[in-house]
T-cell receptor
Framework: GAVVSQHPSWVICKSGTSVKIECRSL??????MFWYRQFPKQSLMLMAT?????????EQGVEKDKFLINHASLTLSTLTVTSAHPEDSSFYIC???????????FGEGSRLTVL | LAKTTQPISMDSYEGQEVNITCSHN???????ITWYQQFPSQGPRFIIQ???TKVTNEVASLFIPADRKSSTLSLPRVSLSDTAVYYC??????????????FGTGTQLKVEL
């Protein structure tokens, strides 16, 4: 079946550094990808919708300068957490919608820990 | 976007059938109902999707009444490995489109021996 790969699966960084998380659709093209954040024992919260070749659409309350999203190709979207702080520590999950079938597939998530 | 309401948690025993009901009173005409399963520290995994009446696949059944204001996910003969959070999502499905899916609180299912 279709696979969405996230990398890294986990990352630890120091406060103030920037971290990039990649989301790749491995065997299909995705015109739209979504980024979610999930805190412990909470539901997934949609952060932004990214469309290939255009600017991402951010949900209310999500700082676009803090969470930079780039969707440069039909198989890759990246989320960069800039100047990370401990409160940014979370589980980040992406999903990708197949350009062919419209089906939605989720990645395995990336756990960010900011010290 | 249609809001969903599910029980926060449910307990069951191995071998039993589990039914998780989701309310979505404001579901729109174009909305589909999709259920996902999530294990700790993993991404959500698709279980089943439907529009109306009944849908069945190899892992679950989805029952949707005529008014579509609710849906019930049925897991036959659960096992310990079915312990997870189950999310009911409602959203418009557009082939190649960009509709977003909003997650509700989900239902934590705990299966015991």
């Amino acid at each position: 079946g279709a696979v969405v790969s996230q990398h890294p699966s986990w990352v630890i960084c120091k406060s103030g550094t920037s971290v990039k998380i990649e989301c790749r659709s491995l065997d299909f093209q995705a015109t739209t990808m979504f980024w979610y954040r999930q805190f412990p024992k909470q539901s997934l919260m949609l952060m932004a919708t990214s469309n290939e070749g255009s600017k991402a659409t951010y949900e209310q309350g999500v700082e676009k300068d803090k969470f930079l999203i780039n969707h440069a190709s039909l198989t890759l979207s990246t989320l960069t957490v800039t100047s990370a702080h401990p409160e940014d520590s979370s589980f980040y999950i992406c999903s990708a919608r197949s350009a062919n079938t419209g089906e939605l597939f989720f990645g395995e998530g990336s756990r960010l820990t900011v010290l | 976007l249609a809001k969903t309401t599910q029980p926060i948690s449910m307990d069951s025993y191995e071998g039993q059938e589990v039914n998780i009901t989701c309310s979505h009173n404001n579901i729109a005409t174009n909305d589909y109902i999709t259920w996902y399963q999530q294990f700790p520290s993993q991404g959500p995994r698709f279980i089943i999707q439907g529009y109306k009446t009944k849908v069945t696949n190899e892992v679950a059944s989805l029952f949707i009444p005529a008014d579509r204001k609710s849906s019930t996910l049925s897991l036959p003969r659960v096992s310990l490995s079915d312990t997870a959070v189950y999310y009911c999502l409602v959203g418009e499905v557009l082939t190649g489109g960009g509709n977003k899916l909003t997650f509700g609180t989900g239902t934590q299912l705990k299966v015991e021996l």
